[in-house]
């Protein structure tokens, strides 16, 4: 599975960014779907998951309320819908995939190469 990223720019506080991941490959709809974060200096955490089917979510707790994860198996793509954007929100933006939902980014095979996100105040 190969991930393309995109999506990432620049915005002011209180505004809104979507994310796309795009995939490549036949198995896309059997994969849960990722996405992470890494600010300057930070290590890489969690921001939120979506399951294969779609019907299972989870999210970060700084961010819950405020983004959405969704996915279309139609076209190979996960999407990250972030309102209410916060400049704590800057950081580069991964999707990742593996088979089994999980928020640890260590288990996760597949990357894709980011996009960057910058949140001014």
């Known amino acids: 599975v190969q991930l393309q990223a995109s999506g990432g720019g620049l915005v002011q506080a209180g505004g809104s960014l979507r994310l796309s991941c795009a995939a490549s490959?036949?198995?896309?709809?059997?994969?849960?779907m990722g996405w992470f974060r890494q600010a300057p200096g930070k290590e890489r955490e969690f921001v939120s998951v979506?399951?294969?089917?779609?019907?299972?979510?989870y999210y970060a707790d700084s961010v819950k309320g405020r983004f959405t994860i969704s996915r279309d198996n139609a076209k190979n793509t996960v999407y990250l819908q972030m309102n209410s954007l916060k400049p704590e929100d800057t950081a580069v933006y991964y999707c990742?995939?593996?088979?089994?939902?999980?928020?640890?980014?260590?288990?996760?095979?597949?990357w894709g190469q980011g996009t960057l996100v910058t949140v001014s105040s």
């Open positions: 990742a995939s593996r088979r089994y939902l999980d928020t640890r980014p260590s288990l996760y095979d597949y």
């Open positions: 490959g036949r198995t896309f709809s059997s994969y849960a």
């Open positions: 979506i399951s294969w089917s779609g019907d299972s979510t």
